[in-house]
């Protein structure tokens, strides 16, 4: 066995090569790795370090309790430590005792000051902290190990494994996170592969600690995931709340793990589930589209380890988003009527673009938002009722723009950024949203941000009117605006013009004029170029402001705007780079420019990026803009 150990106390990201090596049995606990950074110690000899001692001490001697996880606290505030273990989910009561008291020796050794730390093993993981870590989901620090043996020398097959590992890992973290409540979140499964006739089954597990909502252990889980290597014959991905791994031979006890139950089917709400379709009243209201409304986290930089967490959960409807799904969750349109008191004025939240708005309450007393696109044909969106108003409300408004000051604004950029990479790789299906703007946006009453009304792209253009097309355009990135294409990148260069626009107060597609910019992308890359970034802030927010995160959104925005698409990073680097400070960003390259004029209804775009000044002139007409279907991933 050898460790190659990267040398990092605070990388998010740790990467550890490891060589193939069936499970020992001869040790209690197989030490992968651990993470304590000693950028916060504490004096020896000092109450907090006893505290961590007795902590330690406590979870050892519980090492048989909770079904292989325990959670304690020891001492009190403001020294006091909170910790836990995790056992694999396999493991006796006996193997997790042993595993946890070599751990609770061992950690203490290799992170003797340390205020916080995590240490994994085969057989369990241990952690404490100076923060209240219980039910809170965290995905960092993130550590890989795989197998530096790759599956077949063909990259073809590396890649249709790398799928069938991908598919497999997903049902896994499925079934696991889906457990009832109080049991263990865990499951492992044997499957089987047939990439290569030697290695026939393909074993795989997933792990949350139970003290995680099923969709915080999911989202983990679908986070980890997403960090697995490709190709590679074995590879886990490790974080504190969470774990999953593969292998291609069986690395748990296949005796103790019964198969897991199935999990749950969807919520039927509206009742009549099985009824004949009361046509013409019945309308299939695509709420997967359209409510998918998610509850977005705040991005926590990692660095500010003693700020408490907080993770609102993403809504389970989020599993299904295919508008032609045959699953949708159907309303029946005398539900909505009455929910909204027929349509009443009384209850019309307002105007939305492609219709209005009305708030509404289905019986089960939960508060909905009823879009009304059309009426001839009835088609209807519903979503979640959200108390506050949409980001637009707040940036763009001379008054109302105190009410966001930096610390907000930042954590609204890193949640809508989680929220896209959520659509993009985390969802069952990717999804491309391909509307984003500040109006999509909504704020919670927590000022917590809530991306709404993906899926719109197909449906509001049909129906879109030229003006507001106009208005459109300000987000649109120029490949979706010419030539309809889009991809996860087309949601990158919205991502970068809400940030941008975040920073700054003002509208792209409405820029006043300044300093011979036409428009807010063209200004902020002016100012970069000039070395003078900070410009471009909110004055409303010159006051007080943290100036690298400043820096590192408008270099992040410029990076995602810029022309072409392969140059923008992807939203799971986007994340990255919110969350860890260590992490360089690279230079951001020209961005482009879409170039409108509004007298004539013209617009035309400029690639800046080669010399040739040469500018196409598109007419605008709704035709010319061919969306192709969402594809399943
Ligand atoms: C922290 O760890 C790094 C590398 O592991 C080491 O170079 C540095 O000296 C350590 N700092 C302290 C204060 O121990
Ligand atoms: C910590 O306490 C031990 C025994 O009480 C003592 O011998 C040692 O000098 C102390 N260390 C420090 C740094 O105070
Ligand atoms: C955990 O272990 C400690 C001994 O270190 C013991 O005092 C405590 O009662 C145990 N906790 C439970 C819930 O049994
Ligand atoms: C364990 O964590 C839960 C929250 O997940 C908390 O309610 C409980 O008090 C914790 N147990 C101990 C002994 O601190
Ligand atoms: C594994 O495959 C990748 C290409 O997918 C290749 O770059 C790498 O060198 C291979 N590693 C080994 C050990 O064969
Ligand atoms: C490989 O397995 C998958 C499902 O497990 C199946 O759909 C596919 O047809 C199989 N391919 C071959 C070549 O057997
Ligand atoms: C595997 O689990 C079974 C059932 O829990 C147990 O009887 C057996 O001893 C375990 N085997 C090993 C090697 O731990």
């Given at each position: 066995m050898r460790i190659l150990r990267a040398?990092?106390?605070?990388?998010l990201l740790v990467i550890v090569i490891y060589l193939l090596s069936p499970a020992?049995?001869?040790?209690?606990a197989t030490y992968r790795f651990h993470v304590c950074p000693n950028t916060t110690t504490f004096p020896v000899n000092s109450t907090y370090g006893a505290n961590r001692d007795s902590l330690l001490a406590s979870l050892s001697s519980n090492g048989t309790r909770g079904d292989g996880f325990y959670n304690t606290t020891a001492g009190r505030n403001p020294d006091m430590v909170y910790g836990l273990f995790l056992c694999r989910?396999?493991?006796?009561a006996e193997a997790c005792q042993s595993c946890v008291t070599f751990a609770a020796t061992d950690i203490s050794r290799r992170c003797?000051?340390?205020i916080t730390a995590v240490a994994w093993y085969d057989e369990c993981l241990i952690r404490y902290s100076d923060?209240?870590?219980?039910?809170a989901e965290a995905e960092e620090p993130t550590v890989r190990l795989f197998n530096?043996?790759?599956?077949?020398?063909?990259v073809a097959d590396q890649d249709r494994f790398n799928q069938q590992v991908q598919e497999t890992m997903s049902e896994t973290a499925t079934l696991a996170s889906n457990t009832?409540?109080?049991?263990?979140k865990f499951a492992a499964r044997a499957t089987a592969a047939n990439i290569s006739s030697s290695f026939p089954t393909l074993y795989s597990l997933g792990q949350c600690?139970?003290?995680?909502?099923s969709s915080d252990c999911d989202r983990c889980l679908r986070f980890a995931i997403g960090n697995l290597p490709r190709g590679s014959q074995g590879a886990r991905v490790l974080s504190p709340s969470c774990n999953v791994r593969y292998e291609?031979?069986?690395?748990?006890?296949q005796t103790a793990v019964t198969p897991p139950p199935p999990p749950p089917p969807p919520p039927a709400p509206g009742?009549?589930?099985?009824?004949?379709?009361?046509?013409?009243?019945?309308v299939s209201i695509v709420v997967p589209i359209a409510v998918i409304i998610l509850l977005f986290f705040?991005?926590?930089?990692?660095?500010?380890?003693?700020a408490k967490k907080e993770y609102d959960a993403i809504q389970a409807e989020t599993a299904r988003c295919d508008i032609?799904?045959?699953e949708s969750l159907q309303y029946d349109f005398t539900t909505i009527e009455t929910a909204t008191d027929n349509f009443s004025d009384a209850n019309k939240l307002g105007e939305g673009g492609f219709g209005d708005v009305y708030k509404g309450v289905l019986p089960n007393k939960k508060e909905i938002a009823v879009k009304r696109?059309?009426?001839?044909?009835?088609?209807i969106l519903i979503y979640e009722y959200v108390p506050n108003k949409s980001l637009d409300y707040f940036i763009f408004d001379s008054t109302k723009q105190?009410?966001?000051?930096w610390s907000r604004r930042y954590k609204i950029i890193g949640g809508i950024a989680r929220g896209i990479l959520y659509l993009h790789e985390d969802s069952r299906l990717r999804i491309?949203?391909?509307?984003?703007?500040a109006s999509n946006i909504l704020l919670d009453g927590d000022m917590t941000p809530k991306i709404s009304d993906f899926g719109m792209a197909r449906i509001s253009l049909e129906l879109i009117k030229l003006k507001e097309l106009l208005e459109e355009?300000?987000?649109?990135s120029p490949e979706y605006a010419m030539q309809g294409q889009f991809s996860v990148k087309s949601d990158a260069y919205s991502f970068g013009v809400l940030v941008l626009e975040i920073i700054s107060g003002q509208r792209n597609s409405n820029f006043y004029e300044t300093?011979?910019?036409?428009?807010l992308i063209s200004y902020a890359w002016k100012l970069w170029k000039d070395e003078r970034?900070?410009?471009?802030?909110?004055p409303v927010l010159r006051?007080?402001?943290a100036r690298n995160e400043v820096v590192r959104c408008i270099q992040l925005g410029l990076l995602c705007v810029q022309e072409d698409p392969a140059d923008r990073p992807t939203m799971a680097t986007v994340v990255l780079m919110l969350n860890s400070y260590s992490a360089t960003l690279p230079m951001p390259k020209e961005p482009a420019f879409v170039v409108h004029s509004r007298t004539n209804g013209e617009m035309s775009y400029k690639?800046?990026?080669?010399?040739?000044s040469t500018s196409q002139s598109i007419p605008l007409s709704?035709?010319?803009l061919s969306i192709t279907e969402l594809h399943p991933r």
């Open positions: 040398s990092v106390n605070q990388l020992t049995e001869a040790q209690q989910g396999d493991l006796s003797a000051i340390e923060v209240n870590i219980f039910s530096t043996q790759n599956i077949t020398q063909n009832p409540p109080g049991s263990r600690t139970p003290d995680l909502s291609i031979y069986p690395f748990y006890n009742g009549n589930g099985n009824s004949r379709r009361s046509w013409p009243i019945i705040l991005a926590c930089c990692v660095l500010k380890r003693r032609s799904t045959v696109l059309s009426r001839g044909e009835e088609k105190e009410q966001l000051d491309i949203h391909r509307d984003l703007k355009f300000g987000y649109m300093d011979g910019a036409q428009d970034p900070l410009e471009l802030l909110n006051v007080n402001y690639g800046l990026e080669s010399d040739q709704t035709n010319d």
